[in-house]
């Protein structure tokens, strides 16, 4: 099935899920535990992303998060790109750390986000890593333990949180550790860690109900609410999704938009995908990363190879364009 374009309007709730390539771990030991956390914290405040809750475990981590202007995307690859670079070179390997594509889900808030808190903070029990709540309370590597108090993060909004509990503080903990404890019994909950009719509508029966009683719903694979908020979400962001592609259409489209631009500057798309270095065709291998990343959503990789260049040059021609350092 072909990638879909990222839904990535500022603020937008994510749901975002990020694997280490092949399962591996993504961290060894505290100091990349740390080396994580504080990126992923300095990053939001930098950018104005707002962190309500988050999972780092040995292989994986969650993060539900609320988009800036600065955008999903970009809060991403700086993560994910910093983050793999300062690895590589401490533990002396080379190579992919992370899937090439993380996982995003835009969630309607009203409906999931306290539901998304309780399951993101429950990972580190479900995955073993504590074995009681009393562990989870003191677990250092999730948001749970800053809500209890027991830690403190300046970029976590800890306070949107609480709030959602009670107005007293002491109070809303006391809300928020009955509301986690009585999740605890829920289990793996998979219609938390995606988009579509099934998933947004609580599994596969109420689907059929609502086929019974005759009820459409507006549906998407990268979205997890209404009908009403799928189409408003994806309305919203028409201005970024310029292109949807589907089956054997794709290559044939995003040849299409490197020809137009080739055809526009006089240049030949061979010596464009060939690795020329001309200032034409760095130019227009430039415009070409932003259309093809930003606005239809081809991945970096896939884009390096229709423009012949590395993957790493695609992403140091992004963060030169919205004025980022290379990490």
């Given amino acids: 099935m072909p990638r879909q374009a990222r839904l990535d309007a500022p603020g937008t709730l994510h749901h975002v899920i990020l ?56 809060y991403m690859r700086r993560l994910l790109t910093g983050y793999a670079i300062s690895y590589n070179r401490r533990h002396h390997r080379h190579g992919h750390l992370f899937q090439n ?9 009203e409906t999931y986000f306290l539901e998304l808190i309780r399951y993101i903070h429950l ?27 027991r830690y403190v993060n300046d970029w976590q909004n800890r306070d ?21 404890s009585e999740g605890v019994e829920q289990g793996k909950r998979p219609e938390l860690v995606g988009g579509g009719l099934i998933r947004s ?8 109900a609502m086929r019974l009683a005759g009820i459409q719903e507006l549906a ?22 310029r292109l949807q592609f589907a089956g ?21 798309i061979k010596e464009l995908q060939s690795g020329g270095r001309r200032r034409q065709i760095s130019l227009v291998r430039k415009k070409l990363i932003q259309i093809l990343v930003k606005e239809i959503g081809v991945t970096l990789a ?22 980022q350092k290379s990490p």
């Fill in 160 to 180: 949107y949180v609480l709030q959602q509990f009670g107005e007293n503080e002491k109070d809303a903990m006391c809300a928020y550790r009955k509301y986690i």
């Fill in 248 to 268: 054997a259409d794709k290559k044939e489209q995003i040849d299409k938009v490197i020809q137009k631009y080739c055809n526009k500057a006089g240049i030949h």
């Fill in 302 to 323: 896939e884009t390096a190879r229709h423009l012949g260049v590395s993957t790493s040059a695609v992403s140091k021609s992004l963060m030169r364009e919205t004025g």
């Fill in 101 to 109: 594509r993380y996982k995003s889900i835009v969630c309607e808030e």
């Fill in 19 to 74: 694997r280490g390539i092949e399962k591996r771990q993504i961290v060894d030991d505290k100091k990349d535990q740390l080396n994580f956390v504080t990126r992923m914290g300095s990053i939001a405040s930098e950018t104005g992303t707002q962190i309500y809750a988050w999972a780092l475990m040995t292989n994986h981590a969650h993060i539900l998060l609320q988009s800036s202007e600065f955008g999903l995307s970009g």
């Fill in 201 to 208: 509508n609580g599994g596969w029966s109420e689907v059929k």
């Fill in 123 to 149: 990972n580190p029990l479900r995955a073993g890593l504590v074995k009681r709540l009393s562990g989870l309370d003191r677990y250092h590597w999730s948001g749970h333990g800053v809500l209890m108090g």
């Fill in 220 to 241: 998407d694979e990268r979205i997890l609410g209404t009908g009403d908020f799928v189409e408003q979400i994806i309305k919203e962001s028409e201005g970024n999704i």
